[in-house]
C-alpha cells in the first residue's frame, strides 16, 4: 500500500498551504474566504477517507522521507487506527468549525487572519496525530501551541484574550519542553526516534532505571497540554477566545492531544504501577474537581470549559487504569465527548450571540424563543450527563463499570465513589445548562430579544446532535471505529466486548442511577450552595500564576540587570571571566594531546624581536593616557606581527598585516585628531588590579592553550593535504593560500567582501548621522579646533606623494596579477591601492583630494561585490554550481604563455571591494574634517595662514631675544 | 620558539583585556586592536609553526606550511579592520554627540561595581 502512503504528508500539508489563502481571498468577500478555508480541509478529508478502508482492515499506513538522518530526525508518517481515529476529528469538527465561524464571527472580526490561524492549528494538529518520528511530532506539538496562542489570542484589543493566549502559551510551551527532554530519554532508551520502533521495546523501555523520569516529563507535557490537575488552570481563561475556537480547541484538538499521546504512548509507557498511581489520580481528581467548579460557574463558556477538564479527567483516569477495556471506553469517550462538547460549545456560542450574554443568571426561558438551538443544547446536554439512548451514556458506564472494580491503595471502594461523585456533579451542571438557560419562564429583561439562529450557525451542532443520537441509539455503527482504534492504543489483541445500551444490571447501572438522582438533588439546592461555594475560601489558580510569572520576571531582570547594567567595562569583565572559566572547565574536564613535536630552537633575531614586542605591548600599559605614543608603540607591536608573519612562512599574512597595520594606524590617527589627546585618571587602585587579575588570567590562558597546541598534534587529520595537491591541477595557482580565498573557499571570500563593504557602508551612515545632528554642529562651531601644524601641508610630502602615485599604483597591480602563483593577490593589492590613495589625503588635504575623486567609494564597492557575483554566476552557464572556477593558458605572441583564470575576476571584485571599503571609511572620517572647516590648498605648499602671524611673532621674539643676549 | 609564540600571543590578550576594561572609548578601540592580534597569531599559530616553508608550490619541494589557517587569517586581518573602523566611528560619534569619550555615560558612580 505504498501508493495510499504518500497521501499521508498530503494530508498533514493540505492545511498549511490552505492557510496562506483565507489571508488574501477575505478580500473576495466572507464566503468566497470561508470556502477557501474549507477547501483543503475537505480534501484532506478525501485522502483521510480514501485512506480509512485499509486502516479500518488492520492495515497501518506508512510513508517515510528522511530529512536529517544523522540526528534521527525523518519526515515519517503512518496511519493507524488512533491516527484515523484524531485525524478525523479535527478534520471532521474542523470544517463544521470553518462553517460555524462564518456564520459567527462579526464584520468587524478579521475573518481572513482567524481561518489562517485555524488552518495552521489544524495542520499542526494533523501533523502531531500522523507523525511516526517523535521528533516531528514535537515540531508539530510545538506548532499546536503557539498557533492556538494566536487563536486564543484572537480579540486582540481583550485584555482577557491576551492574557488568556499568554498563559495557555507559558503552561502548554512549558509542558512542551518538558515533552521534549521525556521523548529524547525515551529515543535514547530505544536507540530510535521512529515511534513505531519505539513501540516495539516496551521491556527495553520499562526495565530502564530513565522510565521513570521519562514518564514524568511526556506526563507533563500530555497533563499541560490536557488541562489536568495541577496545570488545569490555563483552559478556563482561554474561553477569552471566540466560540469557534473555544469549540475547536477544547473539544475535539488541542486538548485532545495530550489524551492522544499518552493513548500513543500507551502500550510501553502503561501497565506499571507509577502509570497508575500517577495516570488514574490525576485523572479522578481533575474529574471530579472540574465537575464540582464547572457547577459554580455562572459563565456559559466557563461552565463548559470545566466540565471539559473535567470530562478530560474522565478520559485520562481510564486511560491510567491501564487495561485493555479501559482502553476501549477512554476511546469511546473521546469520540463522544467531541461530538457533545462541540455541538454545546456551538451552542453556548449561538446564545451568546443572539443574547448577546453567555451570564447564566441572565437568561431562563429561552426554550421558547430559540426552540431548535434549545432541543440542539437538550440533548447534547443530556448525553454530557449520561442519559440512556444518547452517547454518552454508553461511555459513561463503561467508565463506571471500570472504576468499579479498580483497587486503589489496596482500597476497592475509593475510586467507584469518587467517579460516582464526579458523574455526579456532571448530571447537575449538565442539567443546569438546561434548566437554568432554557427552562423557566421567558424575561423581559436580554440585553438582546433572542430568536434562532440562520440554518448556517445551527447546522453544525444540529449535524454533531444527531451523530449524538444515532450512536446512543444504535452503538454498533462506532463499534468499527472504536475496535480499530482501541487496538491501535493497547498494540494488541482487545479482549471481547461489545458497545450496547443495556448489560444488565450491573454496579455502573446503579451508580450511575445514583448519579442522575444525586445530580438532579444538587442542582435543586443550587442556589442555597452557591453562595456558600462562592464565599468559601480557595486558592485562585490565576492569581498563584501571576505570582510566579512576577516573581521570575523580576528574578530574571535582576539577573540581567546584575550582569549587564549598561557598563561596559563591567560587561567586558564579566564576560573574561566567564570566558576564562569555561575555558578552565574544559581544560580540566577534557583530555589534552600530549606533546609530541619538538620545539623550534629560539634563534636571536626572533628573540629580540620578540623582546620588542614584550616592552612595546607593556609600554603600552604604562603610558596608555598618552593617546598617541600608546599608538606608535601599537604601530611597533603591528610590524613585528607581520615579521613573524614573513618568519613562519606566511608571505601574504604579513603583506596584509603591514598594509593594515598601516591603514588602521591612519584611520586611529584621523580620530585622534578629534578625540582628546589623554585619558584622565579614573580607576582606583583596588580597579586597576582587579583588571590587571583579570586581564593576567586570559593571558595566562591564552599563551598556555596556546602551547599545548604548538605541541600537540592534530586530533582528526588536517584537510590542508587536500588543498595542497589540488591547488595547482584544480585552481591553476601556486599559492595555496590565494587559490583557497578565491577558489577552495571562494563562497567563504564572497561572504566576507560583503561583510567588509556593508561595514563600510554603516561607518558612512554612521559619520552622516553624526554630522547631522548635535555632533555635526559641535564641529561647525570650531569649539573642538585643536593645535594645527604651521605647514598643513608639508611641501616635500606633497610632491613626495603625488610623483609616488603611479608607482604605488603599478606596485598594486603587479601584486594583483602575481596573486594567484606568488605571495599577494586581490586583498593585498586592494590595499596598498588604498594606502596610495590615502597618502594624498594626508599629504595635500582631505578637501584637495575630495575635489579629484571621480569614482565614489560606494560604487566601488558595489562593482567589487558585482564582479565577484558575476564570476559565480558564469559558472552556471557552464552548467556548473556557483563560483566554481576554470582556467586555461593563453599565449598572446611577442609575450610568454601566461594564465587566464576565472578566479582572477573574481579577485578583481575583492580587489575593488578593499579598496572601496577602506577608502569610504577613511573618507567618512574625513568628511568630519571638512565640517570642521577645512578648505582646499590651492598650491602643494600650504602654509596657514593663522599660524603665519604667530610664527613670525614667535620669529621676532626669538631674534629680540637674541639681541638682547 | 613555540615558548616565545605562545608568551607573546599571551602578552597581547593580557595588554588588550587590560586596555579593554579601561573606561574611555579610545583605550577600549586599542585593546581591541591587541585581541585582534592575538586571535589573529592564534589562529595563524593552529596550523603549527614552520620556517622557510612557505605554502607557495614549487619544484622539488615537499614540506609546506598549512595553507588553511593563512587563508583564514588573511580574510580575518581584512575584516578586523573593518570592525576597528566601525569602533573608531562609532566611537568618534559618540563623542562628538555626547561631548565625552566616557564608555559609561550615565553610570555616576563607575567605582560603586568593584
Redesign the interface.
Known amino acids: 500500500m505504498e501508493s495510499i502512503g504518500t497521501f499521508l504528508p498530503l494530508i498533514a500539508m493540505m492545511p498549511f498551504v490552505g492557510a496562506l489563502f483565507p489571508g488574501l481571498m477575505i478580500q473576495a468577500g466572507r464566503n468566497v474566504c470561508a470556502m477557501t478555508a474549507a477547501v483543503p480541509t475537505i480534501l484532506a478529508i478525501i485522502m483521510l477517507t480514501i485512506c480509512a478502508p485499509a486502516v479500518l482492515d488492520g492495515e497501518v499506513l506508512q510513508f517515510s522521507l528522511p530529512w536529517l538522518p544523522s540526528l534521527g530526525l525523518n519526515v515519517n508518517f503512518f496511519l493507524d487506527g488512533l491516527g484515523l481515529l484524531f485525524a478525523g476529528l479535527i478534520l471532521g469538527i474542523g470544517i463544521l468549525i470553518i462553517l460555524y465561524a462564518r456564520f459567527y464571527l462579526s464584520r468587524q472580526d478579521p475573518m481572513g487572519q482567524f481561518y489562517t490561524y485555524l488552518l495552521l492549528f489544524q495542520g499542526a494538529m494533523v501533523g502531531i496525530v500522523l507523525s511516526d518520528n517523535i521528533l516531528l511530532l514535537l515540531i508539530f506539538w510545538e506548532l499546536t501551541s503557539l498557533s492556538s496562542f494566536l487563536l486564543i489570542g484572537y480579540w486582540k484589543h481583550l485584555p482577557e484574550g491576551r492574557q488568556g493566549a499568554r498563559m495557555a502559551l507559558t503552561v502548554t510551551g512549558m509542558g512542551g519542553l518538558a515533552m521534549i527532554a521525556g521523548m529524547l530519554i525515551l529515543g535514547n532508551i530505544v536507540g530510535s526516534y521512529d515511534l513505531t520502533v519505539i513501540l516495539e521495546n516496551k521491556d527495553a523501555i520499562q526495565a530502564s532505571p530513565l522510565y521513570l523520569p521519562a514518564l514524568l516529563l511526556i506526563l507533563v507535557g500530555c497533563f499541560a497540554k490536557s488541562a489536568q490537575f495541577p496545570f488545569h488552570f490555563w483552559l478556563p481563561h482561554a474561553m477569552a477566545a471566540p466560540t469557534p475556537v473555544s469549540a475547536y480547541l477544547h473539544s475535539a484538538t488541542m486538548v485532545k492531544a495530550g489524551l492522544f499521546l499518552m493513548a500513543r504512548m500507551w502500550p510501553v509507557l502503561a501497565g506499571t504501577p507509577e502509570w497508575f498511581y500517577i495516570v488514574a489520580t490525576t485523572g479522578l481528581i481533575t474529574m471530579v474537581l472540574g465537575a464540582v467548579i464547572a457547577l459554580f460557574k455562572d459563565d456559559l463558556k466557563a461552565l463548559l470549559a470545566f466540565s471539559t477538564v473535567s470530562h478530560l479527567g474522565l478520559i485520562t483516569m481510564l486511560l491510567g487504569f491501564g487495561t485493555p477495556l479501559a482502553a476501549v471506553a477512554a476511546v469511546f469517550h473521546i469520540i463522544n465527548h467531541a461530538t457533545f462538547k462541540a455541538a454545546l460549545f456551538m451552542t453556548a456560542g449561538i446564545v451568546d450571540h443572539e443574547a448577546h450574554t453567555r451570564d447564566i443568571k441572565r437568561l431562563g426561558g429561552l426554550r421558547h424563543l430559540m426552540p431548535i438551538t434549545f432541543l440542539i443544547a437538550m440533548l447534547a446536554a443530556l448525553s454530557m450527563a449520561g442519559i440512556p439512548l444518547l452517547n454518552g451514556f454508553l461511555s459513561k458506564e463503561m467508565m463506571l463499570e471500570e472504576a468499579a472494580h479498580t483497587v486503589w491503595a489496596g482500597s476497592p471502594w475509593l475510586v467507584p465513589a469518587l467517579a460516582t461523585l464526579g458523574a455526579l456533579f456532571s448530571v447537575a451542571y449538565s442539567f443546569r445548562y438546561i434548566v437554568h438557560v432554557f427552562l423557566g419562564d421567558v424575561r423581559q429583561d436580554y440585553p438582546s430579544k433572542p430568536h434562532d439562529p440562520d440554518f448556517g450557525m445551527w447546522a453544525a451542532p444540529g449535524f454533531l446532535v444527531l451523530l449524538v443520537v444515532l450512536i446512543g441509539v444504535l452503538p454498533a455503527v462506532a463499534e468499527p471505529l472504536v475496535r480499530t482504534t482501541a487496538g491501535a492504543v493497547v498494540g494488541g489483541e482487545l479482549p471481547y466486548f461489545s458497545l450496547k445500551i443495556w448489560h444488565g444490571l450491573t454496579p455502573a447501572l446503579f451508580m450511575s442511577a445514583i448519579a442522575v438522582a444525586g445530580g438532579a438533588l444538587v442542582l435543586s439546592i443550587h442556589s442555597v450552595l452557591a453562595p456558600r461555594w462562592d464565599a468559601a475560601p480557595r486558592p485562585e489558580a490565576k492569581q498563584i500564576f501571576d505570582a510566579i510569572a512576577r516573581t521570575a520576571t523580576v528574578f530574571s531582570r535582576w539577573l540581567t540587570d546584575m550582569l549587564h547594567n549598561g557598563s561596559l567595562s563591567r560587561f567586558a569583565a564579566i564576560f573574561a571571566v566567564a570566558v576564562i572559566a569555561a575555558g578552565l572547565f574544559a581544560w580540566t574536564g577534557g583530555e589534552a594531546g600530549p606533546p609530541v613535536r619538538e620545539p623550534l630552537e629560539i634563534a636571536a633575531v626572533p628573540a629580540i624581536a620578540w623582546a620588542l614586542l614584550v616592552l612595546c605591548s607593556l609600554g603600552m600599559l604604562v603610558f596608555h593616557r598618552n593617546r598617541l605614543l600608546v599608538l606608535i608603540l601599537m604601530g611597533v607591536v603591528g610590524l613585528i606581527v607581520s615579521l613573524a608573519f614573513i618568519y613562519f612562512s606566511a608571505p601574504d599574512l604579513a603583506l596584509t598585516q603591514i598594509s593594515v597595520e598601516v591603514v588602521t594606524i591612519i584611520l586611529l590617527l584621523l580620530a585622534l585628531n578629534f578625540l582628546p589627546k589623554v585619558s584622565p585618571k579614573e580607576s582606583s587602585p583596588g580597579r586597576r588590579l582587579r583588571d590587571g587579575v583579570v586581564a593576567g588570567a586570559g593571558g595566562l590562558a591564552v599563551a598556555g592553550l596556546t602551547y599545548a597546541i604548538l605541541l600537540g598534534d592534530f586530533a582528526q587529520e588536517s584537510i590542508s593535504a587536500f588543498h595542497l595537491e589540488n591547488s595547482y591541477s584544480g585552481g591553476g595557482g601556486t599559492n595555496v593560500v590565494n587559490v583557497i580565498l578565491v577558489d577552495f573557499r571562494g563562497y567563504d571570500t564572497f561572504g566576507e567582501i560583503i561583510v567588509l563593504g556593508i561595514a563600510a557602508l554603516v561607518i558612512y551612515a554612521l559619520s552622516q548621522s553624526v554630522l547631522g545632528g548635535a555632533g555635526g554642529r559641535w564641529l561647525a562651531s570650531g569649539e573642538l579646533d585643536s593645535k594645527k601644524a604651521g605647514d598643513r601641508h608639508p611641501l616635500m610630502m606633497v610632491i613626495a606623494s603625488r610623483v609616488m602615485m603611479p608607482i604605488a599604483l603599478m606596485a598594486g597591480v603587479y601584486i594583483f596579477l602575481r596573486g594567484h602563483n606568488e605571495p599577494g593577490g586581490g586583498f593585498i593589492a586592494g590595499l596598498v591601492v588604498a594606502i596610495a590613495l590615502v597618502m594624498q589625503y594626508m599629504a595635500s588635504g582631505f578637501a584637495w583630494a575630495v575635489a579629484r575623486q571621480r569614482v565614489p567609494y560606494h560604487t566601488t564597492i558595489a562593482l567589487g561585490v558585482m564582479a565577484a557575483c558575476f564570476t559565480g554566476v558564469g559558472a552556471w552557464f557552464a552548467g556548473r554550481p556557483f563560483l566554481t572556477s576554470d582556467f586555461g593558458y593563453v599565449t598572446i605572441p611577442p609575450l610568454e604563455k601566461f594564465e587566464l583564470a576565472t578566479a582572477m575576476a573574481f579577485d578583481i571584485g575583492v580587489f575593488l571591494c578593499v579598496i572601496g571599503a577602506v577608502m569610504l571609511a577613511l573618507d567618512s572620517l574625513s568628511s568630519m574634517a571638512r565640517r570642521a572647516g577645512e578648505t582646499v590648498n590651492q598650491l602643494p605648499m600650504d602654509i596657514d595662514p593663522a599660524r603665519r602671524s604667530v610664527a613670525n611673532a614667535t620669529d621676532k621674539m626669538a631674534v629680540a631675544a637674541g639681541k638682547e643676549a | ?30 585593546g581591541i ?2 585581541l585582534s ?2 586571535v ?3 589562529l ?15 619544484e622539488g619541494v615537499t614540506a ?5 589557517p ?2 583564514l ?3 580575518a ?10 569602533v ?6 559618540a ?3 555626547a ?1 565625552t ?1 566616557a ?2 555615560i ?2 555616576d558612580d ?2 560603586a ?2
Do not use: H
Open positions: 620558539m613555540e615558548f616565545l609564540v605562545a608568551s607573546a600571543i599571551g602578552v597581547l590578550t593580557a595588554v588588550g583585556l587590560y586596555l579593554v576594561l579601561r573606561f574611555r572609548s579610545f583605550p577600549v578601540i586599542l586592536s591587541m592580534y592575538a589573529n597569531v592564534f595563524f599559530a593552529t596550523g603549527r609553526l614552520a620556517v622557510d616553508m612557505p605554502p607557495v608550490l614549487s609546506y606550511t598549512d595553507p588553511l593563512q587563508a587569517v588573511l580574510t586581518i581584512v575584516i578586523s579592520f573593518g570592525m576597528t573602523a566601525v573608531v566611528l562609532l566611537a568618534l560619534g563623542y562628538l554627540s561631548r569619550d564608555v559609561d550615565g553610570l563607575q567605582e561595581d568593584t
